[in-house]
């Protein structure tokens, strides 16, 4: 079974600091890795990672995959109150055509 | 842009109710899909749909069932509305044939079964 689990699974930092989210998976025939922000409606695609040690980076946003450990990460730095969401990890399972999540990551920016 | 949308934002139904969810995308999106989230359990795969008139279950159809008459549409019906039905009810769309693209969401529908 299709496994994705995301650490931690909340967090509360200040403005200013700089965070590092965690997803590590177990998925048969992997192909890609995708990072999605959901702040109070619908979930937003962040990345998509397909290779390993390729950095894709978005403003204060960055993500990196590790297809030998079998891990991403998703840094942002100089957080902002605006960055609170709850972020989420997903990876297709491309045989079965479908996604599996993980539980997510709440952040919470204080000012 | 791709846009998906929901039909309802919030929804109060009475257990033994039957419930429709509808769900449209404007994107000519082969592949749709319906989660539910809940809090500590992430998102969880209900229905999946490739193609007008297919589906396919996910990890947890029980209790739900789908329609897709329409490319653009695809509707959750739940038959009997059981209070463990309460969630927040995610549609998708996404391009690619073997969901190794990312998916567009909807706004959700918040339902509540009293």
């Known amino acids: 079974e299709d496994k994705v689990v995301q650490s931690p699974l909340s967090l509360v930092v200040h403005e200013g600091d700089t965070v590092t989210l965690n997803c590590s998976y177990e998925v048969t025939n992997f192909r890609s890795l995708l990072w999605y922000k959901q702040e109070k409606k619908a979930p937003t695609f962040l990345f998509m990672l397909t290779s390993s040690g390729i950095e894709k980076k978005s403003g204060r946003l960055s993500s990196i995959l590790d297809k030998k450990e079998l891990f991403s990460i998703l840094n942002i730095t100089a957080t902002q109150t605006g960055d609170s969401a709850i972020y989420l990890c997903a990876v297709p399972n491309t045989n079965a055509g479908k996604s599996t999540f993980g539980d997510g990551t709440t952040l919470t920016v204080k000012p | 842009d791709v846009k998906v949308t929901q039909s309802s934002r919030y929804l109060v139904k009475r257990t033994g109710e039957k419930v429709f969810l509808e769900c449209v995308q404007d994107m000519d999106h082969e592949n749709m899909f319906w989660y539910r989230q809940d809090p500590g359990l992430g998102l969880r795969l209900i229905y999946f749909?490739?193609?007008?008139?297919?589906?396919e279950k996910g990890d947890i159809p029980e209790g739900y069932s789908v329609s897709r008459e329409k490319k653009e549409r695809f509707s959750l019906i739940l038959e009997s509305a059981s209070t463990n039905q309460t969630s927040m009810y995610l549609c998708?769309?996404?391009?690619?044939?073997?969901?190794?693209?990312?998916?567009?969401f909807g706004n959700g529908t918040r339902l509540t079964v009293t």
């Open positions: 749909s490739y193609d007008v008139k297919m589906k």
């Open positions: 998708a769309s996404s391009s690619s044939p073997r969901a190794n693209s990312p998916l567009h």
